[in-house]
Every structure is written in C-alpha cells, then in structure tokens.
C-alpha cells in the first residue's frame, strides 16, 4: 500500500521557518509530480507548491519568494521550506503524489500554526 507520511508542521511566530517533510513508500518516487496543498479552516484546499519528475517547480503566488519546494528522490522524500512565515499561512498541509490520474495519493496531513 502505497504511503506519504508528512511531518515538520507545528507551532511558530510569524516571521519563523518550518521545513515539511513527506516520505513516500511503495510508489516509483521518481516518475511522480510531488505537490504540497493546505487547507486552512473553512477554506478550500489550495496548491501551494509543485516540483515534477525532472525538478521544475512552480508556487502559488502567495508563497512565492518565501517557500521553496525540492525533492531527495534517492529518500524519496520531498520537502517544502517554508521561511518568513504568516498567519495567513496556518493551516493543515498535504503531500500529493500525482502520476496520472489512476496514480495519485494523499498524505493524511501535518499541521502549521503561525501565531501573530
């Protein structure tokens, strides 16, 4: 069964840096697209980060200049690093693996807090 097991979320002071992790098991990690969503309370999931097979990435605008995403396929872990944190960016956090549409899987989530 295939498996992403994120960690890294927690509590932080705006201004502050946490680094996501998210490990992948049983998938072929290298031919996915791995994505990081958040979901903040009463909104919609959101993409926040992307990196493909081959290492290009692209960010939501409210992210960019402050994440960076960057995949280890030989851990077959990809990382989000997250710095000049906001309140704004509380919320629960995903990792998404995306092959086709027959091959995609979810993490179960890991929860960042941003105090003001």
């Known amino acids: 069964q295939v498996q992403l097991v994120e960690s890294g979320g927690g509590l932080v002071q705006a201004g502050g840096s946490l680094r996501l992790s998210c490990a992948a098991s049983r998938i072929v990690f290298d031919i996915y697209a791995m994505r990081w969503y958040r979901q903040a309370p009463g909104k919609q999931r959101e993409l926040v980060a992307l990196?493909?097979?081959?290492?290009?990435?692209n960010y939501a605008d409210s992210v960019k200049g402050r994440f960076t995403i960057s995949r280890d396929n030989a851990k077959n872990t990809v990382y989000l690093q997250m710095n000049n944190l906001k309140p704004e960016d509380t919320a629960v956090y995903y990792c998404n693996a995306h092959y086709t549409r027959d091959f995609e899987y979810w993490g179960q989530g890991t929860r960042v807090t941003v105090s003001s």
């Open positions: 990196i493909n097979s081959v290492g290009g990435t």
